[in-house]
C-alpha cells in the first residue's frame, strides 16, 4: 500500500492524502492550500495522480483546508463519489460555493487592476464549478463502516473540532489506517470532545498546536477583559471570525458573558451571511454539539444579525461601543476587512482573533504587532490593540494531541506528523518519540511512502 502526501505538509493547509492499494485509490481531503503565496501556487500544478483514476473520496470535514480543493478536482476528472458525514455536507454546501466566488471576484480585481501576470486572470474554480462539484457528495453516518471501494472498510468517528468534523479510519488488505484529520478541544464551548482513536497499524495525525499549549485562562475572561477595556474607551471591538463554528461559538460566549453581567450591555453585530447559514445548520444538528434549541435561540435573539450591504457600511460608522463579529477568521479576505480598514486606526477599538492565524494572513501579521497591513491595496495603520484568544481554537493543543494519541490501545508501526507549520509539526513528532517512544516521521510535500516496505 502507497500514501502519497499532496498537502498539510510543513503548513496547515491543502490537506490531501492518497492511498493506493491493487491498482485502486482514495483520496483522504481535498483541501485547498491557503496563506503564503508559494502555498497557493501549488493550487495550480498538476498534480502527480490523475483525478479521474481516483476511485473515491473522503473528507474528514468542511474547512476549505480539508474540502476546498474539491471542485478543482472534479473539474480535472474526478468523477467518483465523495464521502462525508451530512453536517460536513451541508457546511460543504456553504462553503465551496462561497469559495468559488472569492476566487471569481479576485480574478475580476486582478484583472481591473492589472494585478497579475496572467491575461485574462482566471479563478482556480468558479462558483458554479462549486455547486457542481456538491454533487458528488455522499452521506455517511459517524461510526457506521461503508466501502468506499470494494474491499475498503472505512469509518468516521467523531473529532470535535467542527460540526461534522471526523477522523477517518481505513482498513484495507488486512491493514489499516487511521487520519486523524483536525481534532478539537477536551473542553469546547460547542463542540464535544473527540472520540478516542481507534487500533491502526499507521496513524496520520495533525500537529498545528504541536509546540504549544494554550494558555489555561478562561477565553471567557480573556474576552470578557478586552470587551470591558475598550467599551471603557469607547471604542469598538472587531472580531474577524471564521463564519462556520467560530462564530457561533463566539455569538455563545457573548451571550453567556452578558446573562453573568461580565460585559455591558452592548450590541453585538453579527455580519457575515454565510456565518448567519451556518448558525441554522448548527441549530439543525443539536445532537453533535452542546447547545440546546432553546440556548440556539437565545442566541440569534442576543445577536444584531446584518442582512443588508447599507446595514453593513453603517457598521463602519458606529459611534458607541459594540461588537462587530465578521468573516473572514484570518482577514485574509471578506466583510471584515472594511471593518478593519475603519476600525484598525483608532487607539480606542480592539481587534480579536479567536483562532489559528496560518503564516502569510494579515491575521498572522497583526498578532505579531504589524503596524500597517495592506487591505485593498491600501495601506492601513494598525493602532487598536489587537488580542488573540488561542484557547478559543476549535484545535487541541499539544497536551490534547498527546493525549488522544496516548489512547490508543496499541502502538501503530509508524506515524506520520502532517497538518502543522514546520516547527509545531516536529515538536509533536519529538514528544510523541520521547513519551510513547513511537516512530514517527514530518513527511514532506508529495513524499510517497510504501507502507509495505520493511521500517
Ligand atoms: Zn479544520
Known amino acids: 500500500m502507497k500514501l ?53 473520496v473522503v473528507l474528514t470535514h468542511a474547512h476549505l483546508d480539508h474540502s476546498g480543493f474539491l471542485p478543482r478536482f472534479c473539474e480535472g476528472g474526478f468523477s467518483g463519489p465523495v464521502y462525508t458525514s451530512q453536517a460536513t455536507r451541508e457546511l460543504c454546501g456553504l462553503l465551496l460555493p462561497d469559495s468559488g466566488r472569492l476566487l471569481e471576484e ?48 472505512v469509518s468516521l468517528r467523531k473529532a470535535g473540532h467542527l460540526l461534522g468534523a471526523a477522523s477517518v479510519h481505513v482498513a484495507w488488505g488486512g491493514r489499516s489506517i487511521l487520519f486523524s484529520g483536525d481534532l478539537g478541544r477536551q473542553a469546547d464551548l460547542l463542540m464535544f470532545p473527540p472520540d478516542a482513536p481507534t487500533p491502526c497499524d499507521w496513524l496520520v495525525m495533525e500537529s498545528t498546536y504541536g ?68 448558525t441554522r445548520i448548527y441549530e439543525a444538528h443539536h445532537a453533535e454539539h452542546r447547545l ?73 501579521a497583526m498578532v505579531a504587532g504589524a503596524e500597517t497591513v495592506k487591505i485593498h491595496g ?6 487598536a490593540e489587537v488580542a488573540c484568544i488561542d484557547s478559543m481554537s476549535a484545535h487541541a493543543d499539544r497536551k490534547e494531541l498527546l493525549d488522544w494519541a496516548a489512547a490508543l490501545p496499541r502502538a501503530p508501526r509508524h506515524v506520520f506528523v502532517t497538518h502543522g507549520e514546520p516547527v509545531a509539526a516536529d515538536a509533536l513528532r519529538q514528544a510523541l518519540e520521547e513519551r510513547p517512544g513511537w516512530t514517527c516521521s514530518v513527511p514532506e510535500y508529495r513524499d510517497c511512502v510504501d507502507l509495505d516496505a520493511p521500517a
Open 378 to 383: 491600501q495601506h492601513v495603520p494598525v493602532r
Open 211 to 278: 509546540d504549544r499549549s494554550h494558555v489555561e485562562t478562561d477565553a471567557l475572561e480573556l474576552l470578557a477583559d478586552v470587551i470591558n477595556r475598550t467599551a471603557a474607551r469607547g471604542g469598538v471591538v472587531v472580531v474577524p471570525s471564521f463564519a462556520v463554528g467560530r462564530a457561533q461559538a463566539l455569538m455563545y460566549a457573548l451571550h453567556l458573558l452578558r446573562e453573568q453581567h461580565r460585559i455591558p450591555d452592548i450590541p453585538v453585530f453579527l455580519n457575515s451571511p454565510m456565518a448567519t447559514d451556518a
Open 4 to 56: 502519497t502526501f499532496l498537502g498539510g505538509t510543513g503548513t496547515v493547509t491543502g490537506s490531501k492524502y492518497l492511498l493506493e492499494h491493487g491498482g485502486r485509490k482514495l483520496m483522504i481531503d481535498c483541501g485547498l492550500f491557503q496563506g503564503l503565496k508559494q502555498l497557493r501556487l501549488r493550487n495550480w500544478e498538476a498534480l502527480p495522480v490523475d483525478p479521474s483514476t481516483v476511485d473515491a
Open 292 to 364: 440546546t434549541a432553546e440556548q440556539c435561540e437565545a442566541l440569534r435573539r442576543t445577536t444584531r444579525i446584518v442582512t443588508s450591504v447599507d446595514e453593513s457600511k453603517r457598521l463602519n460608522t458606529l459611534r458607541m461601543p459594540a461588537v462587530i463579529i465578521s468573516a473572514s477568521g484570518m482577514a485574509s479576505g471578506g466583510r471584515v476587512l472594511h471593518h478593519l480598514k475603519a476600525y484598525a486606526p483608532d487607539r480606542r477599538n480592539s481587534i480579536v482573533f479567536a483562532g489559528y492565524q496560518a503564516a502569510g494572513t494579515r491575521g498572522a
Open 106 to 153: 479576485e480574478a475580476e480585481y486582478a484583472n481591473r487592476h492589472g494585478f497579475s501576470k496572467h491575461h485574462p486572470a482566471l479563478p482556480l474554480y468558479t462558483e458554479e464549478q462549486a455547486r457542481r462539484a456538491l454533487a458528488a457528495l455522499r452521506t455517511v453516518a459517524l461510526g457506521q463502516p461503508f466501502e468506499p471501494i470494494p474491499g475498503v472498510q
